[in-house]
Nanobody, 114 residues
Framework: QVQLVESGGGLVQPGGSLRLSCAAS????????MGWYRQAPGKERELVAR???????TYADSVKGRFTISRDNAKNTVYLQMNSLKPEDTAVYYCNTDPPSVRWGQGTQVTVSS
């Protein structure tokens, strides 16, 4: 089964940027929908961005205009560029298919704080 490994998180000040990567151990080409999810402390995991194989993207209202999802099927990698970060973006970020069909990775922690 495909394994997912997220990376790129860290501590950033409000207004800063981060680029997350999700590397898959196998081909993601067959997964039509790939998404980035996040889970903040005490909250349920939510889908924040999704990309279709053809490149169409959708975003949660909370991140629209600030986050950009992309995928490179040749590298079996999905990216999330996050700009203008806010404290409320603090969470563990995960990638998966949409709906989720692969075992969850360990995620990558994003902390936005001054």
């Amino acid at each position: 089964q495909v394994q997912l490994v997220e990376s790129g998180g860290g501590l950033v000040q409000p207004g800063g940027s981060l680029r997350l990567s999700c590397a898959a151990s196998g081909s993601i080409f067959r997964f039509v929908f790939m998404g980035w999810y996040r889970q903040a402390p005490g909250k349920e995991r939510e889908l924040v961005a999704r990309i279709i194989n053809g490149g169409t993207t959708t975003y949660a209202d909370s991140v629209k205009g600030r986050f950009t999802i992309s995928r490179d099927n040749a590298k079996n990698t999905v990216y999330l560029q996050m700009n203008s970060l806010k404290p409320e973006d603090t969470a563990v970020y995960y990638c998966n298919t949409d709906p989720p069909s692969v075992r969850w990775g360990q995620g990558t922690q994003v902390t936005v704080s001054s």
